[in-house]
Nanobody
Framework: QVQLVESGGGLVQPGGSLRLSCAAS???????????WRWSRQAPGKQRELVAV???????NYADSVKGRFTISRNYRKNAVDLQMNSLTSDDTAVYYC????????????????WGQGTPVNVSS
């Protein structure tokens, strides 16, 4: 099993920046062969939206709403992935969730998904 812990959320003024982090841990190091890291968000009354994804080979992709403002990057020292968010607006207010895909050590021919608990981001003056 893989456990994810998000951090870095909080209150920020419009135009400001925040850096979210998602750290992965597991009982079996082989479970940490993560193939995809993703950040999603869910605003009040709205459906969850995929914000950014990073594949293990380094490819990244972003939602149109955050392109040019958000950057997803790998933090190898912490076994984590970060989401740098710049030029924030009230539309970015949401709970941000990290999720990953990985082949479990016990059954490497399948793919499992783990989710974090979420970290809230509130963009307000």
């Amino acid at each position: 099993q893989v456990q994810l812990v998000e951090s870095g959320g909080g209150l920020v003024q419009p135009g400001g920046s925040l850096r979210l982090s998602c750290a992965a841990s597991g009982n079996d190091p082989k479970d940490l062969t993560i193939t995809h890291w993703r950040w999603s968000r869910q605003a009040p009354g709205k459906q969850r939206e995929l914000v950014a994804v990073r594949e293990s080979v380094g490819l990244t992709n972003y939602a149109d709403s955050v392109k040019g403002r958000f950057t997803i990057s790998r933090n190898y020292r912490k076994n984590a992935v970060d989401l740098q968010m710049n030029s924030l607006t009230s539309d970015d207010t949401a709970v941000y969730y990290c999720n990953v895909d990985f082949p479990p050590a016990a059954a490497p021919w399948i793919t499992e998904t783990a989710w974090g608990q979420g970290t809230p981001v509130n963009v307000s003056s």
